[in-house]
């Protein structure tokens, strides 16, 4: 069974686009994140929510709108979609508990914008 | 802002050979872990470090988090083809000033061995 899966793998798309990134989590944690990892490998958080309730908010245009329906989801919307947007997002996720945030990640969504 | 360097950033050696990857800061952290990422993969957890001063052993990888939980190290005994991957150093600090769950990554060091 996978514990974080991430829809698509891969998105292409044209400048100026709206898309959507869809993350689920089924370890039953209650903290959700979005990572951004650049062409250097660098891997940056963007959100963290907990419990449907935004945590985190890193300094992200807010042309990247993060929505949580429920603990299990945490999806990504980005509104007019420009050429630095590109990169590798992965979402993950971890259980408050545990106090060490030891972050599940999932496959990663490659997003290409041209 | 509170930064993890990670040394050296690229790695490439032969099967066989020993090898330690380093990770710094000047900022304390509550705990330390350690990731290993493939090509089109998310990174997976190695190990979490939690006291100063502990050691983590996982088969041939140890790893070590500094006295004054500023800084760590991960070091590959007789490094295999299978070993090679970016490492990703990650320190948590939600208790010294940071915000719940945000972790600091390093850059990376990217292995690669060679048969």
């Known amino acids: 069974d996978t514990a974080v899966s991430q829809t698509p793998k891969y998105l292409v798309t044209q400048m100026g686009n709206d898309k959507s990134i869809k993350c689920e989590q089924n370890?039953?944690?209650?903290?959700m994140y979005w990572y951004k990892q650049d062409s250097k490998k660098f891997l940056k958080i963007m959100f963290s929510?907990?419990?449907?309730?935004?945590?985190i908010n890193e300094t992200v245009p807010n042309r990247f709108s993060p929505k949580s329906p429920d603990k299990a989801h945490l999806n990504l919307h980005i509104n007019s979609l420009e050429l630095g947007d590109s990169a590798v997002y992965f979402c993950?996720?971890?259980?408050?508990?545990?106090?060490?945030?030891?972050?599940?990640f999932g496959p990663g969504t490659r997003l290409t914008v041209t | 802002t509170q930064l993890l360097e990670q040394s050296p950033q690229f790695l490439s050696i032969q099967e066989g050979e020993n090898l330690t990857v380093y990770c710094n800061s000047s900022?304390?952290?509550?705990?330390l872990q350690w990731y290993r990422q493939e090509p089109g993969e998310g990174p997976v957890l190695l190990v979490t470090?939690?006291?100063?001063?502990e050691v983590k052993k996982l088969k041939r990888l140890t790893f070590q988090f500094g006295d004054a939980r500023k800084d760590s190290s991960l070091h590959i005994t007789a490094a295999q083809p299978g070993d090679t991957g970016l490492y990703l150093c990650?320190?948590?600090?939600?208790?010294?000033?940071?915000?719940?769950?945000?972790?600091?990554f390093g850059k990376g060091t990217k292995l690669s061995v060679k048969p």
């Open positions: 993950a996720s971890s259980e408050t508990g545990t106090g060490s945030y030891e972050q599940y």
């Open positions: 370890l039953g944690h209650d903290t």
């Open positions: 929510y907990n419990n449907k309730e935004l945590i």
């Open positions: 900022s304390v952290f509550s705990s």
């Open positions: 470090v939690v006291t100063g001063g």
């Open positions: 990650a320190g948590d600090s939600s208790n010294y000033g940071g915000s719940q769950g945000n972790l600091i």
